[in-house]
């Protein structure tokens, strides 16, 4: 009898060997290139790392496995268009080791689910399709075949295709995504989860609301022309540090910045670009000029205080306001402002955790420039009131007319490399209809119009015994979702699960009754079929289409695309029923864009467009003040303080990544930037709240947390004394997703509110 599915989906509650030290004074620089030739010389072939590194985010190269920061239009540095996490994610790839059936038939699943997400993950590339029997305790290798059709016998026994759920990670390209979300609506349902639904879901629904688009704005060349970009929620050293080169030339244009965040990142302090050996022996550029040192989910509150004394400006002195934008672009300007004079001003800056002196430094720089742009990522996104957040920040965008004008607008930063491609080209569990439409002319089928499960939704229903079969293209779903244990428990309940993937995570442990692994190739690799190396294509932050073409020979010959596994499957699965002829898109990829040009609005001349070397913009209505809403015009709207009533004992926590990871992918143990070292079970805390709670440095401790009456618990943390305001605090993910709860999320878009979890610090007396 195996582990519980619960207890293989936590990370082991045992230490390393923490060490703390002072974190550096500037990020990058000689700190990120020890780092990054390190990584590389413990795992992959240097000279592989060196051909690979100077040709990713290249163009004619391939696009990086990890995050979807956009690449210069014009000029890219020869040295090489990559940071530190992208010669991780690189690497990631490109292991040495490989695993196959000898790894498998040696190591039991209970075995491999005792190790720490960082040992799984270094366990090497997977090299063979893997299938994991009913009641068995090793994979065992399987024919491509035979998985297929292991897949369709599972899928046609379904009393109902909407008994099957399909996730997709941000990594798939397009072109291996439209032919999912294609195969999944002909199979009949609409179950197609993604990784948005836990990210930026709440930005999509806000923009889509407020501007018409749910996307960005701005492009890279907006913001090296902003007078102020303000980095809310964000920490772009860590998550994305190419995004550190941009606000560098900001700076040097003469722009300024507002970082706006609950820790003080050092990625947004100063900048050493290793590019520039001037700027790294001198130290760096200087890239905050206030920071902001908001609470948690303080920021409804802090952009409430900031319009509250714009408003107060624009009634006393006039000018503030960019009236005639608001007058000939706009909508619901008035109720706004109504709604707006009933806030109270320093309630708000009470709210937002902030000294009046800060905030008056910030505002000085908001009411004088008029080229604003907002960047953000999940820390505003992952929050109750997430949309809110939101839309809040657009009221301010809206009232300075800086939307649709150089240097100006919105910039959500998505996650990976191309969760935004994703959605365009159909990667949505609640596509509109005039994209359904367009499926049924084209193909002949009627797609169900009816929403399909998002992640959240997914979960539920394979608790409650509604999905039998689970598919998931890409990504380590069970790391990465809310409230661990019941979402082990909703794993397990089903029939199979299914993971395509290029190595090991912990997801391949958390099973249903039968499992598989399908190994597909890595972003680095090329793509052999029968009309040559295959093209594909992705989407970055800023809307931009480019090409993507691995260098390197597959690392096994038992590897398949992912274009190829959904092909395969399709074929299995669908057989005489369909008309579509899937074994010709796997043969060549032109065929793929072919369709999708027919389908989607902007990929006009697909084909042909993808061979220009910077690729191509598709169109955005909101940089041409073009607001695609129902009254044809940008929405202000009315939005709310959130509500927080803390007890004495509780804390507001928010989970975090580590310098050392991206998403749920471990690269190593340290933390460079926040001066920990060697560990990732710790919890920061303001040193107030430690000593009202009597606790030291590095004590062990255990965390809980109680929603609807729920008490969810993560045993065995370390306390590390941090710079975060009073009442809050911050842990990693995945090790804290057990106290996310699964029913605290984002209104409208269901993000789960993984960055405000109520939790109580529980002594551990045992040690």
Request: charged fraction near 25%.
């Given at each position: 009898?195996?582990?519980s599915a619960e207890k293989k989906a936590q990370t082991p509650e045992t230490f390393t060997d923490l060490n703390i030290k002072t974190p550096p004074q500037n990020s990058v620089?000689?700190?990120?290139?020890?780092?990054?030739?390190?990584?590389?010389?413990?795992?992959?072939?240097?000279?592989?790392?060196?051909?690979?590194?100077?040709?990713?985010?290249?163009?004619?190269?391939?696009?990086?496995?990890?995050?979807?920061?956009?690449?210069?239009?014009?000029?890219?540095?020869?040295?090489?268009?990559?940071?530190?996490?992208?010669?991780?994610?690189?690497t990631e790839e490109m292991q040495n080791k490989l695993i196959n059936r000898d790894f498998f038939a040696t190591h039991a699943v209970d075995e491999l689910a005792e190790l720490?997400?960082?040992?799984?993950?270094?366990?090497?590339?997977?090299?063979?399709?893997?299938?994991?029997?009913?009641?068995?305790?090793?994979?065992?290798?399987?024919?491509?075949?035979?998985?297929?059709?292991?897949?369709?016998?599972?899928?046609?026994?379904?009393?109902?295709?909407?008994?099957?759920?399909?996730?997709?990670?941000?990594?798939?390209?397009?072109?291996?995504?439209?032919?999912?979300?294609?195969?999944?609506?002909?199979?009949?349902?609409?179950?197609?989860?993604?990784?948005?639904?836990?990210?930026?879901?709440?930005?999509?629904?806000?923009?889509?609301?407020?501007?018409?688009?749910?996307?960005?704005?701005?492009?890279?060349?907006?913001?090296?022309?902003?007078?102020?970009?303000?980095?809310?929620?964000?920490?772009?050293?860590?998550?994305?540090?190419?995004?550190?080169?941009?606000?560098?030339?900001?700076?040097?244009?003469?722009?300024?910045?507002?970082?706006?965040?609950?820790?003080?990142?050092?990625?947004?302090?100063?900048?050493?670009?290793?590019?520039?050996?001037?700027?790294?022996?001198?130290?760096?550029?200087?890239?905050?000029?206030?920071?902001?040192?908001?609470?948690?989910?303080?920021?409804?509150?802090?952009?409430?205080?900031?319009?509250?004394?714009?408003?107060?400006?624009?009634?006393?002195?006039?000018?503030?306001?960019?009236?005639?934008?608001?007058?000939?672009?706009?909508?619901?300007?008035?109720?706004?402002?109504?709604?707006?004079?009933?806030?109270?001003?320093?309630?708000?800056?009470?709210?937002?955790?902030?000294?009046?002196g800060i905030f008056d430094d910030a505002f000085e720089l908001i009411l004088s420039k008029n080229r604003i742009i907002f960047c953000w990522a999940m820390g505003l996104t992952?929050?109750?009131?997430?949309?809110?957040?939101?839309?809040?920040?657009?009221?301010?965008?809206?009232?300075?007319?800086?939307?649709?004008?150089?240097?100006?607008?919105?910039?959500?930063?998505?996650?990976?490399?191309?969760?935004?491609?994703?959605?365009?080209?159909?990667?949505?569990?609640?596509?509109?209809?005039?994209?359904?439409?367009?499926?049924?002319?084209?193909?002949?089928?009627?797609?169900?119009?009816?929403?399909?499960?998002?992640?959240?939704?997914?979960?539920?229903?394979?608790?409650?015994?509604?999905?039998?079969?689970?598919?998931?293209?890409?990504?380590?779903?069970?790391?990465?979702?809310?409230?661990?244990?019941?979402?082990?428990?909703?794993?397990?309940?089903?029939?199979?699960?299914?993971?395509?993937?290029?190595?090991?995570?912990?997801?391949?442990?958390?099973?249903?009754?039968?499992?598989?692994?399908?190994?597909?190739?890595?972003?680095?690799?090329?793509?052999?079929?029968?009309?040559?190396?295959?093209?594909?294509?992705?989407?970055?932050?800023?809307?931009?289409?480019?090409?993507?073409?691995?260098?390197?020979?597959?690392?096994?010959?038992?590897?398949?695309?992912?274009?190829?596994?959904?092909?395969?499957?399709?074929?299995?699965?669908?057989?005489?029923?369909?008309?579509?002829?899937?074994?010709?898109?796997?043969?060549?990829?032109?065929?793929?864009?072919?369709?999708?040009?027919?389908?989607?609005?902007?990929?006009?001349?697909?084909?042909?467009?993808?061979?220009?070397?910077?690729?191509?913009?598709?169109?955005?209505?909101?940089?041409?003040?073009?607001?695609?809403?129902?009254?044809?015009?940008?929405?202000?709207?009315?939005?709310?303080?959130?509500?927080?009533?803390?007890?004495?004992?509780?804390?507001?926590?928010?989970?975090?990544?580590?310098?050392?990871?991206?998403?749920?992918?471990?690269?190593?143990?340290?933390?460079?930037?926040?001066?920990?070292?060697?560990?990732?079970?710790?919890?920061?805390?303001?040193?107030?709240?430690?000593?009202?709670?009597?606790?030291?440095?590095?004590?062990?401790?255990?965390?809980?947390?109680?929603?609807?009456?729920?008490?969810?618990?993560?045993?065995?943390?370390?306390?590390?004394?941090?710079?975060?305001?009073?009442?809050?605090?911050?842990?990693?993910?995945?090790?804290?997703?057990?106290?996310?709860?699964?029913?605290?999320?984002?209104?409208?878009?269901?993000?789960?509110?993984?960055?405000?979890?109520?939790?109580?610090?529980?002594?551990?007396?045992?040690?």
């Open positions: 009898m195996g582990s620089g000689f700190g990120a290139l020890k780092s990054s030739v390190t990584h590389v010389l413990k795992y992959t072939k240097p000279w592989d790392a060196i051909k690979t590194s100077l040709k990713m985010n290249q163009k004619g190269g391939f696009d990086c496995p990890g995050c979807a920061w956009p690449d210069p239009d014009d000029e890219r540095s020869s040295i090489g268009e990559y940071c530190e996490n992208g010669i991780k994610a690189m720490s997400d960082f040992e799984i993950g270094k366990s090497g590339r997977l090299s063979e399709p893997m299938y994991l029997p009913k009641g068995g305790t090793h994979y065992q290798p399987i024919s491509w075949e035979d998985a297929f059709n292991k897949v369709a016998t599972h899928l046609n026994a379904l009393e109902n295709p909407d008994e099957a759920v399909f996730y997709t990670s941000g990594r798939t390209t397009n072109e291996a995504a439209f032919l999912y979300q294609l195969f999944v609506r002909e199979f009949g349902t609409s179950n197609l989860p993604d990784c948005s639904n836990m990210c930026h879901e709440a930005s999509g629904s806000a923009l889509s609301e407020t501007l018409g688009i749910g996307k960005g704005s701005v492009t890279l060349d907006d913001l090296y022309k902003a007078e102020l970009v303000l980095v809310v929620g964000q920490n772009p050293g860590t998550n994305h540090p190419r995004m550190l080169n941009a606000l560098e030339k900001c700076k040097n244009n003469g722009g300024k910045i507002i970082t706006v965040n609950p820790l003080p990142e050092v990625g947004l302090i100063s900048f050493a670009n290793p590019q520039s050996p001037i700027k790294l022996l001198s130290g760096g550029t200087t890239l905050t000029d206030v920071f902001v040192p908001i609470t948690i989910n303080g920021d409804v509150a802090f952009f409430k205080a900031l319009l509250i004394k714009l408003l107060e400006k624009e009634e006393i002195e006039g000018g503030v306001f960019d009236l005639d934008f608001i007058k000939d672009h706009t909508h619901g300007f008035e109720a706004f402002i109504s709604d707006l004079k009933t806030y109270d001003f320093e309630a708000c800056l009470q709210a937002a955790g902030i000294s009046k992952q929050h109750q009131n997430a949309v809110d957040n939101i839309r809040e920040l657009v009221n301010l965008l809206l009232l300075k007319g800086s939307i649709g004008k150089e240097g100006s607008g919105t910039c959500p930063v998505r996650g990976h490399s191309n969760v935004q491609g994703d959605r365009t080209v159909g990667i949505w569990e609640a596509a509109p209809q005039a994209f359904l439409d367009k499926i049924e002319n084209k193909y002949g089928f009627k797609p169900k119009s009816q929403h399909g499960y998002s992640v959240i939704d997914a979960i539920k229903a394979m608790n409650e015994g509604k999905v039998k079969v689970f598919f998931g293209m890409g990504g380590n779903f069970i790391s990465a979702v809310p409230d661990t244990t019941y979402s082990a428990k909703g794993m397990a309940n089903c029939d199979l699960t299914v993971h395509v993937s290029t190595k090991l995570n912990r997801s391949h442990l958390v099973t249903g009754k039968e499992a598989l692994i399908l190994p597909c190739l890595g972003r680095t690799e090329k793509d052999y079929q029968k009309t040559g190396i295959q093209v594909q294509s992705v989407e970055n932050s800023m809307g931009v289409v480019s090409s993507t073409k691995g260098i390197l020979e597959p690392c096994s010959s038992d590897l398949m695309s992912e274009v190829a596994v959904v092909c395969g499957i399709a074929n299995a699965t669908l057989k005489s029923r369909t008309k579509i002829k899937w074994l010709n898109y796997k043969d060549d990829y032109n065929l793929v864009r072919d369709d999708i040009q027919g389908v989607i609005e902007g990929f006009e001349d697909y084909n042909n467009r993808l061979k220009q070397p910077s690729g191509f913009y598709l169109p955005n209505g909101a940089r041409e003040r073009r607001f695609k809403t129902k009254t044809g015009k940008a929405h202000f709207t009315i939005n709310k303080l959130p509500e927080w009533r803390l007890k004495d004992d509780e804390l507001i926590m928010m989970t975090i990544r580590s310098h050392d990871q991206f998403n749920t992918t471990i690269y190593g143990l340290d933390d460079r930037y926040r001066g920990v070292f060697n560990e990732r079970r710790i919890i920061f805390m303001n040193r107030d709240d430690m000593k009202i709670r009597n606790l030291k440095d590095q004590q062990i401790v255990n965390l809980q947390s109680e929603f609807n009456g729920v008490l969810r618990k993560a045993d065995n943390f370390k306390v590390v004394g941090y710079d975060i305001p009073k009442n809050c605090c911050a842990t990693y993910f995945p090790e804290t997703n057990v106290l996310v709860p699964l029913d605290s999320f984002a209104h409208t878009a269901k993000t789960p509110a993984s960055k405000s979890v109520v939790i109580r610090v529980i002594v551990d007396t045992s040690n």
